[in-house]
């Protein structure tokens, strides 16, 4: 193998793809049938200061590389963190020798050649924010300071956090492909505590983008942190009822991405999905549509590729309700029969369509009921669909906000409340790979009292 540097930087895209191409000409030289590998490389800055002291101040510079062999159908796969051109082939050594042991898989192998990405786009993923720690702590003061001077009530913080993460990572294959691209990340986020005689209440906001010159203000997020936990005083418990419901954005693509769990491949081929066998049906309202669009420059999640080397592409997941695919990598797509969706390593730019109304046009449609704004647990299952999770958030009656509430759980079957969907706000989220304006939902169980 050639000689190369045991740490690469992050700028340095074609030492990283000679290593991947060396390690597949070794891998080919023990006998492997075929092979394939991904190396990364990153380095980071995170901030955290509480109360104006400076809490946490870290580093980060890590690097990987794992290698997958084939010997047939069989498999074996190893990894390191030294690029070093011992420790490659020591890995590639203790994958073959994996692989000479485990058994034969009809569906094992990479992707079909006329899938892979041949020529793939720029999609302007890389953006570097070149801040010392000395801003990046005075930011985070700025935000922190800010939210503390909203409200007299806001009398404590969890701190305020800024981060920047860039990254480089290549794949590479034995079926001809070799590429990778270099990413950024960014964010900035607080949390304060707001209390009233004897209460307290805690909440937070923040702000992502690869490209630092798209988030938020500083003094922008403190200030919504700091609005959101005061506006959660007095909050009340209420008798258990049944109404409807309204996710807030960032929480509505946590139910959508039970809804993506449930049409993976993995979840379809194991049989454990409350949506088994539902390509074709109506799964969502006949108003309801979901779009994949890989190839938004510099949105977060966009990917030219996926994780084997598969060309990423447009589609439409759900149209008119009905459900016209599922999320599909290599080898899910064997065991059912179908072809890879190019969606290893997972979705990239779910897009809901979203509607005319607003958040207060949804309250106002809404008439009675909960906005769901925090939900706490794990209660749900795939398999069956049952949902139940604690909440809390505001009570509306008449199509106006009543009071916060706490100390209630919610909770229904999940295909029910997909096909319960009764309008999507146009207040969509970008700060993730599903993007998803408020979701109201026309009636849900709320336990409380």
Not at 89 to 116: H, M, N, Q, W, Y
Not at 258 to 286: E, I, N, T, W
Request: glycine content about 10%.
């Amino acid at each position: 193998m050639n000689t190369v540097p045991a740490t690469i930087s992050v700028d340095d895209q074609p030492a990283l793809e000679a290593v991947i191409a060396d390690l597949l000409k070794l891998a080919r030289a023990k006998g492997a049938s075929d092979a394939e590998a991904g190396a990364s490389t990153q380095t980071g800055l995170g901030v955290t200061v509480r109360l104006g002291e400076i809490e946490t101040l870290e580093y980060q510079r890590d690097r990987g590389l794992g290698v997958t062999v084939y010997f047939g159908q069989r498999k074996g796969s190893a990894s390191t963190s030294d690029l070093t051109p011992a420790a490659i082939a020591d890995t590639v050594d203790k994958a073959c020798s994996i692989a000479r042991f485990t058994a034969e898989d009809d569906c094992a192998g990479l992707p079909e050649e006329r899938v892979i990405a041949r020529h793939y786009p720029d999609l302007d993923l890389s953006h570097p924010w070149a801040i010392g720690p000395e801003q990046a702590i005075e930011l985070a003061r700025r935000c922190e300071a800010t939210a503390l001077a909203v409200d007299k009530r806001v009398t404590n913080s969890e701190g305020a956090m800024l981060s920047t993460h860039r990254g480089l990572r290549v794949y590479g294959n034995t079926r001809g492909f070799l590429g990778g691209y270099p990413s950024t990340s960014h964010s900035l986020s607080c949390a304060v505590l707001a209390s009233e005689n004897d209460e307290m209440q805690r909440d937070y906001w923040y702000t992502a983008a690869r490209d630092a010159r798209l988030l938020e203000e500083a003094e922008a997020v403190g200030r919504k942190s700091a609005v959101r936990a005061v506006e959660r005083l007095g909050s009340r418990k209420i008798a258990t009822t049944r109404a409807p419901v309204l996710y807030v954005p960032e929480l509505a693509r946590g139910l959508l991405r039970s809804f993506v769990g449930a049409v993976s491949g993995a979840s379809q081929y194991r049989k454990s999905s409350f949506l088994l066998d539902a390509v074709g049906h109506m799964v969502f309202p006949a108003f309801f549509n979901i779009a994949e669009r890989p190839h938004i420059p510099g949105a977060l999640g966009s990917s030219p590729f996926d994780s084997e080397g598969v060309m990423t592409r447009d589609r439409d997941l759900v149209a008119g309700g009905v459900l016209k695919g599922y999320v599909l990598d290599t080898y899910a797509a064997r065991k059912l029969g179908l072809e890879t969706t190019g969606n290893a390593g997972g979705v990239h730019n779910l897009l809901i369509e979203p509607g005319a109304n607003d958040y207060n046009a949804l309250v106002r449609l809404m008439d009675r009921g909960l906005i769901v704004t925090e939900l706490m647990g794990q209660g749900i299952n795939l398999v069956t669909g049952d949902y139940s999770r604690g909440a809390a958030g505001f009570w509306v009656e008449s199509g106006r906000i009543q009071f916060p509430v706490h100390e209630v759980t919610i909770a229904g079957n999940l295909k029910d409340m997909l096909r319960g969907i009764v309008a999507v706000g146009n207040d969509v989220d970008l700060r993730g790979a599903i993007r998803s304006g408020s979701l109201l939902i026309d009636a849900m169980t709320i336990a409380g009292e």
